[in-house]
């Protein structure tokens, strides 16, 4: 599974996939691309667990208020931070064995991981300003 990106940099639009070892980049330009993918029960290993750069888990659900809030400002991270976060969605409603993996009682949870393993969490909905400090505080 993939996703069609349109490169900030030169407006390529390219195939990006959700499970890579490396980090997505634009063809014509090499310019770190926006990596945001779904995540679930089925493909979350391959998507979230393996890869190099610091991954941001959204267990989320569509009838979250906060969850639908937060949302766009995770996407704007994941554009911002190109080529350092990878932004995986999970809709915990279908996504039983992933929200359990994470004991998430509570959305929205993030959960910010560095080679498949937990390296911080934060429990409701923060305003963008917020979430950039505490990613960056975590991004190599």
Do not use: H
């Amino acid at each position: 599974m993939s996703n069609i990106v349109t490169c900030p940099g030169c407006g390529t639009r390219t195939k990006v996939p959700a499970a890579a070892s490396g980090k997505p980049r634009c063809p014509s330009c090499k310019t770190d691309l926006p990596w945001i993918v779904a995540g679930d029960d089925e493909n979350f290993g391959a998507v979230a667990d393996a890869g190099k750069v610091v991954v941001l888990v959204d267990l989320w659900a569509p009838w979250c208020g906060p969850c639908r809030m937060v949302s766009p400002a995770l996407e704007r991270l994941a554009r911002e931070r190109a080529g350092r976060l990878k932004l995986v969605k999970v809709n915990v409603d279908t996504s039983p064995r992933t929200q359990g993996r994470f004991r998430a009682q509570s959305i929205p949870t993030l959960v910010l991981l560095s080679g498949g393993k937990e390296i911080a969490r934060q429990v409701g909905a923060l305003r963008y300003e917020q979430l950039a400090a505490w990613v960056d505080r975590f991004l190599r």
